[in-house]
């Protein structure tokens, strides 16, 4: 028995701006104030044993974050959620949990692509992005300059948005959901997103909903993976 449960949570308003770092401490604090057997590596600094999927942006939503818990006992995933649930703070929910397989992939290893959903507020521009997916379409190529750690360089990031469905313009503004690379290998980021259909990331209101592994044509949730979109 791998002792290990994977499980889905929400990243609310209420902890819209919490750094990744921050998030992560505030969850391994709602461990140990829910009383669960979390599992501590070896060495002379023993971790407790918690792995997450892609750090999410500062200042984004999220119905899809993942986390892998490794625990010292043997947990049901329904009195672990309720154990946790109960001690995290608002903002936080965890909405599914399961046990994983010994042979089970990492999170990040596993995840390659993303589902968003964008809102901007008070925006009638349903069109223009209609217009923008439609001449992407048309593209092979669109390069942006990406500043890193290592400097400066232009990366062809077309690629990288893989579908755009669902354009409206409601009471809320203009809405719209992505499907992009996510990863160490075609990650999208929400800049980036912006300057392909033409909006500014920074007054959009922007929520993970989804992540997965893509296959084809294909995408696969880390959780319940059996099951594709």
């Known amino acids: 028995m791998s002792n290990v449960i994977r499980f889905q949570f929400t990243k609310g308003p209420e902890v819209r701006f919490l750094s990744h770092l921050d998030m992560v401490r505030t969850l391994e604090r709602a461990v140990r104030r829910a009383r669960l057997p979390i599992a501590y590596s ?64 990492a999170l990040q290893s596993t995840i390659n692509a993303a589902r968003w959903k964008v809102v901007l507020p008070d925006q009638d521009v349903a069109q223009e992005i209609k ?11 669109f390069v942006v300059r990406r500043e890193t750690k290592k400097g400066s360089r232009e990366i062809d990031v ?3 948005l893989f579908q755009v469905e669902g354009i409206v313009h409601d009471s809320t503004g203009t809405c719209f959901e992505c499907l992009c690379g996510l990863g160490n290998e075609a990650n999208l980021r929400m800049d980036e997103l912006g300057a392909l259909l033409g909006f500014s990331h920074l007054e959009a209101l922007i929520t993970r909903i989804g992540q997965f592994r893509r296959v084809g044509n294909s995408y696969f949730p880390p959780l319940g993976s059996r099951d594709s979109l």
């Open 42 to 105: 070896e060495g002379f600094t023993p971790r407790p044993i918690m792995s997450y999927s892609y750090a999410l942006p500062v200042g984004v939503l999220s119905e899809a974050e993942y986390g892998d818990f490794g625990f010292a006992l043997a947990l049901d995933p329904e009195a672990f959620m309720t154990a946790y649930n109960e001690q995290l703070p608002e903002g936080f929910r965890v909405l599914r949990a399961e046990e994983l397989a010994e042979d089970a992939p």
């Open 131 to 141: 217009a923008r997916w439609e001449e992407l379409q048309g593209l092979d190529s």
């Open 158 to 160: 077309r690629p990288f």
